[in-house]
């Protein structure tokens, strides 16, 4: 998937820090979390907080872990990775961890027996050859490691893991050929106010990413952009074409929108959006158009269904709005349900995932989270597992105990279909999704939220554009 | 060829170039990753920043287009190292040489051909036999062995051809004043004291290493508790099994194999180079000063930074730190203050590769002024020219300056003017870190490839990993150094007294510089180094040590230890032991401390002096998350002592003007700190300094 001779350049520190910012927000926050007040960070974990105070609450128990290194029943090590070494831990055995991250202030606790680090690579250094790929190599340690999981030498509690199949290298690729097909690029950009906040263009090649560009690159080629977002994206997007490779999907919007959006959970946040040229996508190849009707399926789901108290749609037929394409996808049932089930994952679910990636905080008291939108996710979930078509493979997303998020229904497969069948019934889509969606929210903000004003006026100006 | 008289060599303070002196002031640019009309811009940009030394990687990747074929321009332009050597000459630059043969860079196989990498002859292995995978992006691979013959073979092919396109560019010919040797040498990061290194040329190496350490073949097996009759009854441990040990035989009776295994390891990497450096001596790259730069995790590598500076001139840290790794900046730069000959960062971060956590272009300008604040020297900036894989350079990659350039300008500009690489931090007080205790916890490592450097490199304890075992002794030594080191390190801050961190294999001569020496000791010790503690007492230096007198020698064989004169022996059981500890010991001496203070307690402040022990530049950090108005305030020898006489400051970096009667009042953002140059100060009717700026 990645190139060995892959090229990453053209960013500063603040626009790469920004990119990373916008798809991993903690990893740039965590860099910004409390200096250590003791002159010896180690000394301040060791001598204060494992020894003394590592049995409670602790402020930073997200992502901190504890870690116990067992050899016949004895603890031989136990540290926890922001309060450091945990004496005289009381290690419950491999098989009966459920207390100890709670008891330790931890997200999850990890038990090692003595040797297992070291078989673990040893397996996975054993079984890569030259011609692996990147994608090949971390298959082949995550094999590994469940090895060494399902052999019950490395115990993690809570397991981070679902136990689904991995792909092949050959099936990952197969994936990628759809998001991003050889010798065309995809290109994000994001502007705050008048200038550019961050951009990526990413290029695959002979089947794998082998450029991947920043803005400097990007300004060197467009020469100084004007400022206006909405009208800046050609350029961009011209640039891209011209030096990278055809751009087979853009994202451009302003920082505030694209940051709401990838955190956001909101059903049909993204179709709205789109559909508003609040952030445009262009252009628009069909695994993301199909992913955008999902979307505003879902968002015409929840929205019926609230207003309607339940049931399955309200009086909304979901199902006569996404016709089109579902009618290609129920004769191919079959056919995708072996992709996903081969696969392992859902190559859209990911996207879906990826795109709405959320922040913990924000999750709890974001925009979406009003007790509206609460109530509508959970009836949405009643309606969801009788109903709604596109979700065949729920059966799958049980077994991987997701079935509490919705994102995990949204499983619309793509990889085999037809191009010029999907195109059409994309078009198609893409003209009822404007629809569905217009007609929902007015019906819903005039009822729900009183008069809609950005959408509407959204739709406005792609009208006047 | 014979060698040349030194033109060029390592001073106190810098680089002495001819009959100049200069500050070890250096930019990286890789040639070969920039369009060749990007070379003169870029290049000017760097001198521009203040920078009077380019640096650059030579990659044996790039060159080698087959085997014993290298292509130096004729092919691709870029890659043309002789005529950017030239070109840095022409712009009246010097340039910092570094051809290997391990450069990472973030190339896909560190810099060595993939051919190389993947010959079985050259890989090293682990205890089984097999190849040892790095797990680094774009593509994970076996790294090479610093034993194997065949390796050495193919890098003195390599070096042949560096040397053939740039022998007769060395200072005084041409610009070159340093040559880098290898890069960061911890096997590659899969340092772990059993990760390697199993090569039958190693196993080799280690045969004659310990009969030689211990003088003869029965005396190894006497040392190591095992029955040797002949060389080949040599081999490494590859695993750390404790026993439970009996009255007769405790649990450490069976430690020295593998502290010999741990010695054995930094002696593999300092061999290694040695033969490196030869190599290209041989070759006729020659006649300047040679460096070896370490990675982050120093205190848990398998190399030893004093062995090192044996074999090459200078031996620095590299930094790539957040603002909120403050103190792991602080407790590197010490133990670089303390140990190295000159404090230098052969890299100091500006931005990142892509593949890490984000640094921001205020974490890299923190760390640089954090690290200048306790005693660094010299610093290369690491990139000073953006490149493919790279992020944040404060030059892009068509030459032009990023607004971050500013920053760095200011700063070396503050460091030219002030002649900061001449200035002294005094430090009074040296915390030795015990080499043999060093070896202990990594031979006690427990998470294997997740190795004690990558475990210390991440911010954790550099014992954090060690084993909780007490191996016969009254706790687990592996552990409880540290514990030591850092309570005093804690309680030597908080009672102002200005500190370095000590490697145990320094020369004896280096203790004479301090005071105070601080010695953790628990049952078995390095006679060797003991004596050096004893002799220092005897000369008059204080001596602090605890909480076990040694009884043991690193062979665990019992052996009278000497009890240092006037020696204060310490319990550190709590933190409260340390304070009682350090204020016993101002009471001793009470000119340890500085008399330059700052508050609230979590300011710092230290002070640089000039040749005549004149304050010249004074850095407050203030390392928290809050805002802070701190009040610095100065007393003692460099009070006014009631004249009522100011001296003045002047912030280097913003231009702001203070007066600093008794005290000065100062604000300081978070995560921020001010290099305050004293432009006036407690001479004779406050003369102007002598500023050159």
């Known amino acids: 998937m990645i190139s060995s001779d892959v090229r990453i350049q053209g960013f500063d520190a603040r626009a790469f820090t920004n990119l990373v910012s916008l798809f991993a927000p903690n990893v740039v926050f965590r860099q910004e979390r409390d200096p250590a007040d003791s002159d010896a960070p180690e000394h301040q974990a060791a001598g204060h907080a494992a020894e003394d105070d590592a049995r409670g609450e602790s402020p930073e128990r997200d992502g ?248 399955l749609f309200g009086g909304f037929d979901p199902l006569r709005r996404l016709a089109p394409v579902l009618g290609v996808l129920r004769n191919r049932v079959g056919e995708v349900a072996s992709v996903t089930q081969a696969l392992g994952f859902d190559p859209l679910k990911l996207l879906a995932q990826f795109l709405q990636r959320v922040d913990p905080v924000e999750a709890n008291e974001g925009e979406e989270g009003s007790d509206v939108s609460r109530v509508e996710e959970g009836r949405y979930g009643e309606a969801d597992a009788e109903s709604v078509v596109y979700s065949f493979d729920r059966e799958d997303a049980a077994n991987e105990g997701e079935d509490h998020d919705p994102l995990a229904r949204t499983s619309i497969p793509y990889a085999d279909l037809d191009a010029d069948e999907l195109d059409s019934a994309m078009r198609g889509l893409e003209d009822d999704v404007d629809d569905s969606t217009n007609e929902g929210e007015e019906a819903l903000d005039e009822d729900v939220d009183g008069p809609a004003t950005g959408e509407r006026e959204g739709t406005r100006e792609r009208g006047d554009d | 060829m014979p060698p040349r008289p030194a033109k060029v060599a390592i001073t106190a303070h810098g680089l002495r170039v001819g009959d100049r002196e200069i500050p070890i002031h250096a930019g990286a640019m890789h040639y070969w990753r920039l369009d060749r009309e990007a070379w003169r811009p870029a290049m000017k940009e760097l001198h521009a920043l203040g920078l009077p030394i380019v640096e650059t990687y030579v990659p044996w990747q790039v060159h080698e287009i087959a085997p014993g074929n290298y292509d130096f321009g004729r092919v691709d332009p870029k890659k043309d190292l002789r005529a950017f050597v030239e070109l840095a000459q022409e712009l009246g630059l010097f340039v910092f040489l570094r051809p290997g043969p391990h450069i990472n860079s973030e190339m896909t196989w560190f810099g060595l051909p993939e051919r190389i990498v993947y010959d079985k002859a050259c890989q090293a292995r682990s205890p089984s036999q097999g190849p040892v995978v790095l797990a680094f992006p774009p593509r994970m691979f076996p790294v090479p062995s610093y034993a194997s013959r065949t390796y050495f073979t193919e890098v003195a092919r390599w070096y042949e051809a560096v040397a053939d396109e740039v022998r007769d560019l060395i200072y005084p010919n041409g610009p070159i004043v340093l040559l880098q040797v290898d890069n960061e040498a911890s096997y590659y990061f899969r340092d772990a004291p059993y990760d390697q290194d199993y090569h039958p040329d190693a196993i080799e190496q280690l045969r004659d290493w310990v009969i030689a350490r211990h003088g003869s073949i029965e005396e190894a097996a006497r040392a190591h508790r095992a029955s040797y009759t002949k060389r080949e009854d040599i081999t490494p441990p590859t695993r750390f099994e404790p026993t439970e040990g009996t009255e007769e035989r405790p649990a450490w009776d069976a430690l020295a194999v593998h502290l010999d295994w741990a010695a054995f390891r930094e002696d593999l990497i300092t061999r290694a180079i040695k033969e490196f450096k030869e190599m290209l001596a041989n070759v006729g790259l020659t006649g300047v000063p040679t460096t070896h730069n370490l990675p982050l995790g120093e205190i848990s590598s398998p190399t030893s930074l004093p062995d090192l500076e044996d074999v090459v001139d200078l031996v620095g840290l590299d930094y790539y730190h957040a603002r909120r790794e403050h103190r792991v900046v602080k407790r590197r730069t010490l133990y670089l203050a303390g140990t190295s000959r000159l404090p230098i960062a052969p890299e100091l971060g500006v931005g990142a590769p892509p593949w890490f956590t984000p640094l921001s272009h205020e974490d890299s300008l923190y760390t640089a002024m954090v690290a200048y604040a306790y005693g660094l020297r010299g610093m290369c900036l690491y990139m000073a020219v953006d490149r493919d894989r ?63 450097v990558t475990v210390e490199a991440i911010g954790m304890s550099p014992v954090e990993a060690s084993s909780e075992d007490e191996l016969g002794f009254e706790g687990p030594i592996q552990v409880l150094w540290w514990k030591m080191v850092a309570r005093f390190a804690e309680a030597l801050s908080a009672r102002n007294v200005p500190y370095v961190l000590l490697d145990g294999d320094v020369p004896e001569a280096r203790l004479r510089s301090f005071r105070a020496i601080i010695v953790p000791s628990f049952d078995f010790a390095s006679p060797q180094r003991w004596r050096a503690i004893t002799q220092f007492a005897a000369d008059g230096g204080l001596v602090v040590h605890g909480p076990a007198m040694p009884r043991l020698d690193e062979t665990f064989t019992p052996r009278p230890f000497e009890v240092p004169r006037d020696a204060q022996r310490v319990l550190v059981d709590r933190d409260e032991d340390a304070f009682a500890a350090v204020d016993a010991l101002i009471a001793r001496a009470p000119e340890l401390v500085l008399d330059v203070t700052a508050s609230p307690s979590a300011i710092e402040v230290t002070v640089h002096e000039d040749g005549r022990g004149a304050p010249r530049v004074i850095f407050v950090m203030n390392p928290t998350k809050e805002a802070v108005r701190a009040v610095v305030t100065r007393s003692g020898a460099w009070g006014d002592s009631g004249t009522g006489h100011s001296w003045k400051l002047e912030d280097r970096m913003s231009g702001e003007r203070f007066t600093f009667g008794t005290s000065v009042e100062l604000s300081l953002p978070a995560a921020s700190l001010r290099m305050l140059e004293v432009i006036e100060g407690p001479r004779e009717d406050a003369r102007e300094m002598g500023r050159t700026g």
């Open chain 1, 64 to 311: 901190s872990l504890v870690v116990v290194v067992s050899k016949a029943g004895n603890v031989r090590k136990a540290f926890h990775t922001v309060h450091g070494r945990v004496r005289d831990l009381d290690f419950p055995g491999f098989d009966r961890l459920e207390g100890l991250p709670e008891m330790y202030g931890a997200k999850r606790v990890i038990a090692l027996r003595e040797g297992s680090l070291e078989d673990l690579f040893a397996r996975a250094s054993s079984r890569m050859h030259r011609e692996d790929d990147y994608v090949a190599q971390v298959l082949h340690v995550i094999r590994a490691i469940r090895e060494e999981m399902d052999e019950g030498r490395i115990v993690v509690h809570p397991r981070p893991f679902p136990s689904v199949p991995l792909p092949t290298p050959q099936l990952v690729r197969r994936t990628l050929d759809s998001v991003l097909p050889d010798d065309r690029s995809f290109v994000l950009a994001v502007w705050r106010g008048h200038s550019l906040w961050t951009a990526a263009i990413l290029r695959r090649r002979a089947g794998e990413i082998d450029w991947i560009a920043g803005p400097d690159q990007l300004l060197a080629w467009t020469g100084p952009l004007g400022g206006d977002w909405r009208r800046d994206h050609r350029l961009v997007s011209q640039a891209a074409a011209e030096h990278v490779a055809p751009v087979h999907l853009g994202l451009y919007g302003d920082l505030r929108s694209v940051r709401r959006l990838l955190r956001s959970r909101e059903a049909g946040a993204w179709a709205k959006a789109v559909a508003s040229r609040e952030v445009i996508l262009h252009p628009t190849p069909p695994y993301v158009a199909v992913a955008l009707g999902a979307d505003a399926a879902r968002r015409v789901a929840q929205k019926s269904s609230a207003m309607f108290g339940g049931g």
């Open chain 2, 390 to 452: 790279w992020y944040g350079a404060p030059i892009d990659a068509q030459g032009n300056p990023r607004l971050e350039a500013a920053g760095w300008k200011r700063l070396i500009h503050a460091l030219e003017t002030t002649a900061f690489h001449t200035l002294v931090r005094r430090t009074p007080v040296a915390i030795l870190l015990p080499r043999e205790y060093m070896r202990l916890s990594r031979a006690t490592h427990l998470l294997g490839p997740f190795t004690p």
